[in-house]
């Protein structure tokens, strides 16, 4: 079982849609999670950060986390065509020489459509 | 302030070749941390370092080293370079405080495009 899931992409919505992009991890030490958006050739841009349970909303995203089921998702409302990007899901767990260490998800695709 | 930056931007090596690629963390961040991210592929942890010593390392041989210096700049090594090591390489610089216990601000570089050939 890998650390961290994302659902298996890619996934496409059209312009104005909600995108739902969800994600899974296995270390019940994780404490912080993360999405992050990477555009091709670029390097990782934190747009989230959640550390307890329930909503957290920036704008037109949504995090939501449930450590009970080791869940963590990311709504982005109104999807604009400037949203297509690869979505990372990362986790920090505490304690041990794993402490400050991200661990991400593979990664899911979107594209918004016109 | 100034953010985190990463040279050189792309380079291509030969098989068993060495390589280094450095790393200036943000101001004000004492830890950095090294990744590598292959094609399609979320980045993979390769190691920390915070007070010029490595502070946890992922599932890289010691093929892959580091430096951290007193301006908390930072080096990767690789020696003997293998195809598969081509990648896309990601220095983060974040801040630890309370004895290492809590972290903040992560903030990586734009990245090093590394071809192996």
């Known amino acids: 079982q890998k650390e961290v899931e994302q659902n298996s992409g890619p996934l496409s919505v059209p312009e104005g849609a909600i995108a739902s992009l969800n994600c899974t991890y296995s270390?019940?030490?994780?404490?912080?999670f993360f999405w992050y958006r990477q555009y091709s050739g670029k390097s990782p841009e934190l747009i989230m950060s959640?550390?307890?349970?329930g909503d957290k909303e920036d704008g037109r995203f949504t995090a939501q986390l449930n450590k009970a089921s080791q869940y963590v998702s990311l709504l982005i409302r109104d999807s604009q065509p400037s949203d297509s990007a690869t979505y990372l899901c990362?986790?920090?767990?505490?304690?041990?020489?794993?402490?400050?260490?991200?661990?991400f998800g593979q990664g899911t695709i979107l594209t918004v459509h016109p | 302030e100034t953010g985190v930056t990463q040279s050189p931007t792309h380079l291509i090596k030969t098989r068993g070749q060495q390589v280094t690629l450095r790393c200036s963390s943000q101001s004000g961040h004492n830890t950095v941390s090294w990744y590598q991210q292959a094609l399609g592929q979320g980045p993979q942890f390769i190691f920390q370092?915070?007070?010029?010593?490595?502070?946890g390392r992922g599932n890289f041989p010691p093929r892959f080293s580091g430096l951290q210096f007193p301006n908390y700049s930072s080096e990767l090594n690789v020696n003997a370079l293998e195809l598969d090591d081509s990648a896309l390489y990601l220095c983060?610089?974040?801040?630890?405080?309370?004895?290492?216990?809590?972290?903040?601000?992560?903030?990586f570089g734009s990245g090093t495009r590394l071809t192996v050939v």
């Open positions: 959640i550390y307890s349970n």
């Open positions: 370092y915070y007070r010029e010593e490595e502070n």
């Open positions: 983060a610089s974040s801040l630890k405080v309370g004895s290492g216990q809590a972290i903040y601000g992560y903030t």
């Open positions: 990362a986790v920090i767990r505490a304690g041990g020489t794993s402490y400050g260490k991200l661990t």
């Open positions: 270390d019940r030490g994780s404490q912080s």
